[in-house]
């Protein structure tokens, strides 16, 4: 936790879960190499990690906790892996240079704010896995064109979702 001098790690595979804030404002931290033994990404485990601008979840990872990612603005891209469950509450928040979100079917609950402030993001697909969707996970995303989501979600009002973008229902 705020190692501002700490620039690369690897977690081994002994590690199945990494605690709470563990690398929490480590803002030279720019390079990750995670076992693919890791079940569990917590709380706030990579918050303003503002070096960081790409990051390979393992396939093994079956949830990201609430603002696991939150305040990572060097962050392009996320590919999350078919075996994730739940993107927590404000996982990705204000991760400003976020283009692109590959979201699996395996993905059932999408928190609060999720991808609020992602101001590069520009389109992203909701899979029809996903049964739950919080308030406000788009609030924010200014460049967002093209949200494709499942026709049973009703109240699109409630996700921060802009009049101007296209909405297209799967």
């Known amino acids: 936790?705020?190692?501002?001098?700490?620039?690369?790690?690897t977690i081994p595979p002994s590690v199945t879960s990494i605690g709470q804030n563990a690398f929490l404002g480590c803002s030279s931290l720019s390079?990750?190499?995670?076992?693919?033994?890791?079940?569990?990404?917590?709380?706030?485990?990579?918050?303003?990690?503002i070096m960081l601008s790409n990051i390979t979840i393992p396939s093994t990872v079956e949830s990201i906790g609430n603002y696991a990612f939150s305040g990572c603005s060097?962050?392009?891209?996320?590919?999350?892996?078919?075996?994730?469950?739940?993107?927590?509450?404000?996982?990705?928040?204000?991760?400003a240079l976020l283009e692109k979100v590959t979201i699996p079917l395996s993905?059932?609950?999408?928190g609060e704010a999720a991808?609020?402030?992602?101001t590069g993001l520009k389109k992203i697909k909701i899979p029809p896995s996903v049964t739950e969707m919080k308030d406000n996970v788009f609030k924010g995303c200014?460049?967002?064109?093209?949200?494709?989501?499942p026709s049973s979600f009703?109240?699109?009002?409630?996700?921060?979702?802009?009049?101007?973008?296209?909405?297209?229902?799967?």
């Open 107 to 110: 993905v059932a609950i999408i």
């Open 1 to 9: 936790k705020e190692c501002t001098s700490l620039t690369q790690i």
């Open 142 to 149: 200014t460049s967002l064109t093209d949200v494709s989501i």
């Open 31 to 49: 390079q990750i190499s995670i076992a693919s033994s890791l079940t569990e990404i917590s709380e706030g485990t990579f918050s303003g990690c």
């Open 74 to 95: 060097s962050l392009t891209q996320i590919i999350i892996p078919s075996s994730v469950r739940s993107i927590g509450e404000g996982s990705f928040f204000f991760c």
């Open 154 to 170: 009703r109240q699109i009002r409630k996700l921060g979702i802009r009049k101007s973008v296209h909405v297209v229902r799967i």
């Open 115 to 118: 991808f609020e402030k992602c």
